[in-house]
């Protein structure tokens, strides 16, 4: 694997540190935010590697980052793009990561690292995840972020001893995931969607009910599922006033667990009486953290499960578009416009 | 303690379940609330005490209760009163409850009792604390409800191994309470009040900073504060968008615990990435909840804890108004205006 080139093109931030703003997910033109450059080829040290990217994913995590609005400060210069698939080309001193060239691996990046919307990205070993044969490329660019949050998030319900839960945004590409991970497991998912055609999809998935936020009986089947399946747990990538309506709804001890912001209101702190008297209570989860606290074993267990799944074609990964590296400032958001729509990667 | 009268005055509740308002605890006339009545002694069964009330207190609970604006569902015909004391007069069946009579007490009110502002009161047996020697009646009528909140909440800043904390309308008798006892256990508390007045009165008790919220400077003394003792608990009476500045700026993990809700405003929930990227929480206490849940060690330590401060004088009921029973209904809201006045008791 030697012969690296000196530079390499990507595509690198323009801005440092927060934005201070609350647009949330939405693009309306990525040259705003990011440049295409030639930019040195990192060096991996320690227990760094370096990825040779095949395909880089774009996640609504990655737009809230480059515009400022996400948990880590921007660092202006730097290639951007969180997640994507690619060949271990060079590594550190560190046996592990050594024994990691060569082999091709879903890559997410680590602090210290460098991002994937680049032909090379430089990250710790502990983000990176061999691929199993047979796992098609664009399911290995999008393994990680997705997936992995929604193995997460449903095993800490398990794991909570619920035997149901809510999710808001169901028809997004994470909640379709947690309704199959549900089913499998045999909870219960209540699932809010905002459109009629966005139900039997996932009914099809596993969802268990599924509830339309913008349907003038919205409130009333709520109150019916909660009394019916009485969920504890709230998994909220929303965070508006009908989320704090579902947690009103919800029964004593009930969590709200926000994952997302995709709406940029900011709602109301719902009745705090129910903190008090009710045991309930509002909280976060961020993938990177579970990845920083949970057991190797949890870890391992998500990696093959989602793995599995996507092999077997119980999942797949809805790609949209697949545009090159340099097309992407010009026409990434054009590409990712419209509701719902599979996912655009980057081709470096 | 034989000869128990079949009929006893009582401040019984006008109303059932919940208001539905929240106009938090501020009184403007009790007999809107409650009427005085003879009613029937209530009998004790199996675990049940009977109280012959010396005193009873007057707690903001008692009056969000009242107005139905408490986290139980008030019981029309049914003696109002949280809390008191007195002398055992009877039980039911159970060893631990016979043992129990003729001892002067605290008591509290449990599911299926009777509340305080009457004659008698019933009450589970784990209710009642059986008073040391040379503790004051009027201590023993505010034993329960405040101190052991103050203890409680404390022992949880203390048990989450954190070195300091925050505390809102500190200079209320429970503020007042964890500032000595925050000091004692070598916690550093951040209390917030509303007047300068306040503040030299709370540093002598113990606390270690105390901020006045209406001050211009605020803001900068609180991000000062914040990174010299970097608290992660905020124990909030307010809950109002005051208790949300703080909440965020707060350091990473920090634990915003709503204890009471002062403040009839309804704050915007803060910045909702905190939650997500800072491992932020919002949750409640409940005194209740404690005593169910909390070891018979650590409620045993608690009422020792208080009733030693007391009897030693460190801590003392600064009581403003002992009213007789009967006189209640017409001048209990004057004889409790003003703000941060002593505790008004009512004597049966």
Known sequence: MADLPDTMRALTLLNDGYSGTSEGPQLDDLARWVTLEDVSVPKPEGRQVLVKIGLANVNPSDIHYIKGEYGQPRRKGMPAGFEGMGT??????????????????????????????????????????????????????????????????????????????????????????????????????????????????????????????????????????????????????????SSATIFRAMPAGGRWILYGKMSPEVPKLPDLGQLVFQMKTIEGFWLAEWMRDASMEDKKAGFETVQKRFISGAWATDVSDTLPLDEAPAKLASAMEGANKGKVLLKP
Chains 1, 2 share one sequence.
Not at 225 to 240: C, N
């Open 88 to 241: 271990v080309v060079s590594a550190g001193e560190d046996a592990e990561a050594q024994g990691l060239v060569g082999q091709r691996v879903a890559v997410s990046t680590s602090q210290g690292g460098s991002g994937t919307w680049a032909q090379y990205a430089l990250t710790d070993k502990a983000a990176v995840v061999p691929l199993a044969k047979g796992l098609k490329d664009e399911d290995g660019a999008a393994l990680i972020v997705n997936p992995m949050t929604a193995y997460a998030m449903v095993d800490l319900v398990q794991k909570a001893g619920a035997k149901s839960f809510v999710m808001t945004a169901a028809s997004s590409q994470l909640g379709k995931l947690m309704a199959s991970l549900g089913r499998e497991k045999g909870l219960h998912s209540v699932a809010t969607v905002r459109r009629e055609a966005h139900r039997s999809p996932l009914e099809g998935l596993g969802a268990g009910t599924v509830l339309n936020t913008e349907r003038d009986d919205f409130s009333t089947m709520l109150d019916q599922a909660m009394k019916q399946h009485a969920p504890t747990i709230l998994l909220d990538a929303v965070g508006d006033t």
